[in-house]
């Protein structure tokens, strides 16, 4: 008899589902379809892990791009050593808490026309991608920050994220105030 030997493959349920990682940016903004084509480019002829994930950011949404704040630059710096670029794939504003701006070279997206004037005023620099892109080609002594991206109101509807803490849609938007929703349970004598 003729003995038939075939390697068996393996029946994979998620064969047809699709790849939600984008490829190109939704944005139509010429200078950002310049970043992607420069940071796709080092992504792919670096052996760099930082300008794979710049590149990811980049053609983020703007949700998943949420600002940073100049505090939350300070707070990060400070055990970092002088030379070190902060990294922001994003908006970067200013915080009028911080009363002194700290002496930083930070690297960004978008910068709010405070913050700029802060920083250079401290002595510090204010860098675009291509300039970062020049100057630490494989992203060395870099420090990537991005904001928290649960800090839209929305989020605090989604019980996925907040759990019992989650807060009801209502028709009247308040701190406290839950309108006519409230007002069945509300005693006949509290007229």
Do not use: W
């Not at 790849?19 to 200078?31: G, I, L, Q, V």
């Not at 690297?107 to 020049?134: N, P």
């Not at 992203?139 to 009801?168: I, M, W, Y």
Request: charged fraction near 30%.
């Amino acid at each position: 008899p003729v003995h038939y030997f075939c390697t068996m493959g393996i029946d994979l349920a998620h064969k047809h589902r699709k790849n939600t990682n984008r490829k190109a940016p939704n944005s139509e903004d010429p200078y950002l379809l310049l970043l992607v084509r420069l940071y796709r480019f080092l992504a792919r002829r670096t052996e760099s892990g930082f300008n794979r994930v710049v590149l990811k950011r980049l053609m983020m949404s703007r949700i998943h791009r949420p600002v940073v704040s100049l505090s939350n630059v300070k707070r990060h710096l400070a055990n970092k050593p002088e030379n070190t670029i902060v990294v922001v794939v994003g908006t970067v504003v200013d915080d009028e808490r911080v009363l002194e701006a700290p002496k930083v070279n930070i690297c960004g997206l978008k910068f709010s026309q405070a913050v700029r004037e802060r920083i250079t005023k401290a002595g510090g620099r204010v860098l675009t991608f291509d300039q970062l892109a020049l100057e630490r080609p494989n992203g060395e002594n870099t420090f990537l920050l991005q904001g928290a991206r649960h800090n839209r109101e929305a989020c605090r509807h989604f019980a996925g994220l907040r759990g019992k803490s989650t807060v009801p849609y209502t028709r009247t938007r308040g701190h406290t105030n839950r309108g006519p929703e409230r007002s069945h349970t509300r005693k006949k004598s509290h007229k």
